[in-house]
C-alpha cells in the first residue's frame, strides 16, 4: 500500500493531538467495521474556529487525516469548515490508498458532529449541516475503487 510523503507526515508528526478544556464542539463518530474512533474539539468564538484538536483511535491514515482535517477548518468560518469533505482531505494529503477512503469520511463525519455538538449548545443552525451518526460504516457505502 503506498501512502503520500503527506500522508507519512501527518501520521509521523500529527498537528494538533489532544484534548481541548471546554471546547466549542465536540463530536466523536467510529467505524464498526475497521474500528477506527475519532473526536474532534473545536474552539469557535464569533462564528470562526480558532482551534481545533482531535484524538484518534485507528490507523496511520485515520490519524493522518484527522490531522490534515483539523488543520484545514482553522481559521475558517463555521460555514466554510463545513466544506472541508472527504475529497478536500483527500486531495490536501495527496490522496489516499482505496481501501483508506473511509478513514477520510470519518475525519469528515466527525468534524460536521462537533459543528452539530456546537450548533446545538448555541440554539443556532447551521446551513447544509446534518444531524451526526455514530457509526459511518453505512453512511457512504462508497465502492472500494471510490
Known sequence: MEY??????????????????NPSGVGTVGNAK?????????????GVIKDAKFKTFGCGAAV???SMATELVKGKSVQEA?????????????????????????AE?????ALWDYAQKNGIVIEGLKEP???????????EEA
Open 64 to 66: 493522518a487525516t484527522s
Open 34 to 46: 475497521c474500528g477506527d474512533i475519532m473526536k474532534v474539539y473545536l474552539d469557535i468564538e464569533n
Open 133 to 143: 451518526v455514530d457509526d459511518i460504516e453505512h453512511l457512504h457505502d462508497l465502492p
Open 82 to 106: 463545513l466544506e472541508v469533505t472527504n475529497k478536500a482531505v483527500m486531495e490536501a494529503l495527496d490522496g489516499l490508498p482505496p481501501v483508506k477512503v473511509h478513514c477520510s469520511c470519518l
Open 109 to 113: 463525519e466527525a468534524l460536521h458532529a
Open 4 to 21: 503520500s510523503e503527506k500522508v507519512m507526515d501527518h501520521f509521523m508528526n500529527p498537528r494538533n493531538v489532544g484534548e481541548m478544556e
